[in-house]
């Protein structure tokens, strides 16, 4: 079958995007995996927000400079972040109690639980190939959890939250894209982050040492990248 020219482009830039991304979320898994031992995920999510709100300031200044930050979409941002906030709370706390490895095998469910909600959220056509590929990863799941086997663990149950959390999360994205750009949703997605974080944290506050500093700034960067 022959594809347009521009559809290759595309899909060829689509790919490169979402193989940095995935590289930069495993650079963030490591600085959280390394942080673990000495903040609770309450924390570590507040200074991830906070920080990346820092990353994208010359952003956030220009366009609300040109009145280009403005939208009309805000309970569904507030709906996003805080989907958004839910999952990265549970996969940090994932991250601290389990092996990286099984915590990423789980977050393979998340296209697939994503495919399921757009066909039923947002009317988008799936074929018979994507519906096998939710059923092999289901499968998967399962014989990573093996309930019934093996007790699953907190951690394992905080990951499949995220999942489910995650794959909510590209939906409202998707939705959202359809008005607003890239920029915006990243940019109101880490400052609406930020209030919704910030009492959890106070309960559970650490002040960082300066050697925690360079790694905290590493985990926002590269979660802002990925973002």
């Not at 956030?60 to 805000?74: C, E, F, V, Y």
């Not at 994507?130 to 951690?155: K, N, Q, T």
């Not at 994205?173 to 990243?186: A, E, F, G, N, Y």
């Amino acid at each position: 079958m022959n594809f347009p020219d521009s559809w290759n482009r595309d899909a060829v830039r689509g790919a490169l995007w979402m193989t940095g991304a995935s590289m930069m979320i495993a650079l963030s898994a490591a600085c959280v995996r390394h942080l673990s031992g000495s903040f609770t995920a309450f924390e570590l999510v507040f200074i991830r927000c906070t920080l990346g709100a820092l990353f994208l300031l010359p952003w956030i200044t220009k366009m609300a400079m040109r009145g280009t930050l403005r939208t009309t979409r805000m309970p569904l941002y507030i709906l996003r972040t805080a989907l958004s906030y839910t999952g990265m709370v549970c996969v940090f706390f994932g991250l601290a109690n389990m092996p990286i490895g099984e915590v990423y095998s789980l977050l393979f469910l998340v296209p697939l639980i994503t495919i399921v909600l757009a066909v039923l959220l947002l009317k988008e056509q799936a074929g018979s190939q994507a519906w096998i590929a939710c059923g092999v990863g289901f499968i998967g799941a399962l014989v990573i959890l093996r309930p019934g086997i093996i007790d699953v663990s907190l951690a394992a149950s905080a990951v499949l939250i995220t999942a489910v959390t995650y794959a909510a999360t590209n939906t409202c994205i998707k939705s959202l894209s359809r008005t607003d750009t890239p920029v915006q949703i990243t940019i109101y997605g880490n400052l609406l982050a930020i209030p919704i974080a910030f009492i959890p944290a106070l309960f559970f506050w650490h002040t960082p040492s300066w050697e925690d500093v360079p790694w905290l700034i590493a985990m926002a960067l590269f979660q802002t990248c990925a973002g």
